[in-house]
């Protein structure tokens, strides 16, 4: 079911300005309880994420700070603040965001992470 929606979409032109595929890109938010960057995040960002270019093209998961990585991820160093976005390509870090610099910067911040990304997935 996915991959044809996924079909569609390319076929019809609705993709984002984003190359990579959806199901390569993950972003992982990296987040811990009383965080009040991740509180203003969830405001301003989390109710558009998934109906956004970016959010169709890396879709979120959410990851405790303390807890252990899920199986698979490699990142290149431990993330010690919150909110750390960490943009997965196969489950693999590509770039981060650390910090919420607020919305006005992380948009763009995030669609270089992207742009950067789909450079290398398409080697």
């Given at each position: 079911?996915?991959?044809?929606l996924?079909a569609?979409?390319?076929?019809t032109?609705?993709w984002?300005?984003f190359?990579a595929?959806a199901s390569?890109?993950?972003l992982?938010?990296?987040?811990?309880?009383?965080?009040?960057?991740?509180a203003a995040?969830?405001?301003?960002?989390a109710?558009?994420?998934?109906?956004?270019?970016e959010?169709?093209?890396?879709p979120?998961?959410r990851?405790?700070?303390?807890?252990?990585?899920?199986?698979?991820?490699?990142?290149h160093?431990?993330?010690?603040?919150?909110?750390t976005f960490?943009?997965?390509h196969?489950?693999?870090e590509t770039?981060?965001?650390?910090?919420?610099?607020?919305?006005d910067?992380f948009?763009?911040?995030?669609?270089?992470?992207l742009?950067?990304?789909?450079?290398?997935?398409?080697?």
């Open positions: 079911m996915l991959r044809t996924f569609l979409t390319i076929a032109g609705l984002g300005p190359p595929v390569e890109l993950e992982l938010m990296i987040e811990q309880p009383g965080c009040i960057y991740c995040w969830d405001a301003e960002i109710p558009q994420y998934p109906l956004t270019d959010g169709k093209a890396a979120l998961a990851q405790q700070l303390r807890a252990a990585l899920p199986d698979g991820v490699v990142l160093r431990p993330p010690v603040f919150t909110p960490i943009l997965l196969n489950g693999v770039g981060r965001i650390e910090g919420y610099p607020g919305e910067f948009w763009p911040l995030l669609a270089g992470l742009e950067q990304a789909g450079n290398t997935t398409e080697q």
